[in-house]
DNA sequence: TTAGATTTGGAACTGGAGTTCCACTTCCGC
DNA sequence: GCGGAAGTGGAACTCCAGTTCCAAATCTAA
């Protein structure tokens, strides 16, 4: 990926804009300003737009980060030992994302470019939650897209509650939670 | 509330005014052009203005009916026979809401405004679940700020599931979702 | 060191959406 | 009906965020 010819500092300054980016767009959402990007990685608008044609183009790349970070996550859950771990995993590593990354996760529900590898996570998810229904770990009587849904859904809501709940509290009544509704034995 | 003096094409303007709003933010979201709720109340841009000081007093106001209707969805639930009849209704009622309102959701989660009456509706939400504790029908050991935030996020949800999976078939499976994490006894 | 290509900063440009304004129209008490 | 107050339409204006542009600064191969 790294192109031949390219300057050292060129390249430098595309990681800046990125790592703003990355932290504007987390913390003000998809309404977030070039300028307010450009400032943060100490750049003129000039090298935002040297390296991504438009807005849309530097949401894209931003939120697609995100979303192959989904999908390694996916494939760590899928070669967990046991389908109950392999939630516990997913659910762990979902409540790690939020909080990390703010409002991406808004931004990634509206944005319909990705649709190749977001429509890969949800396949993924899906096929995770029909394995552990097959192996009779989770409820065979509730449809699988209303699971994704509302786990996707649950990433929100932990969002906004572990400020008032704190991380620890939130993260245990969201994970149990989701275990009540998808498990057929919601024991741990 | 009918000013004295007024006219009555000038209210009856009004009303088309306020029925184009609540449609056009309904399907647009809170992105929605004001000339396009003007063009489809059949109205020019200054009587929209004549009615309403600018694009966030308009948007108030739809918000500001939907919220006072749900506060009335709120005391319906309160007066109810039985703390599970009264998180039935309220079950009902959001589900219905959800269908008829659309976007307006979302816009009721951003628009800081209305912090008087929209936070009367938690509080309202908080106490019916607190009665509904007391009486031994919801569990204890679940935060009431986080069955607040789940049965909202579980209203968005269900909005985005029901074009998918048909209208009775989301309802129950958000219905049963959220009776087994809040109920202490999920059998209904 | 230097030439020449690459990259940069940020002022200026652009388009689109909110808002204003006022000549014109419509109402309604008399 | 009439007169004047109330209300209207929509062109024009403003504002602001995205985008372009290019002289100046910086890098790197020779």
Redesign the pocket.
Known sequence: MT?V??????????DRVVRAARAVFAERGA????????ER??????????????????MAAIVGECVDEANALMQRAEEATSPLEGLQLLLQGGWDMAEMHGDLLDMLKQHTSHEDRSSEMHERMARLFTRAAEAGVVRRDVPIPFLTALLMGLFTTYQQLRHELGDETARRASTDAFFRVALVDPVA
């Open positions: 192109h010819g390219e300057r050292a500092d060129a390249r430098a300054n595309r309404g977030a300003e070039i300028r307010e990007i450009a990685a100490g750049v003129g608008m000039g090298t935002v737009y040297r390296n991504f044609a438009n807005r849309d183009d530097l």
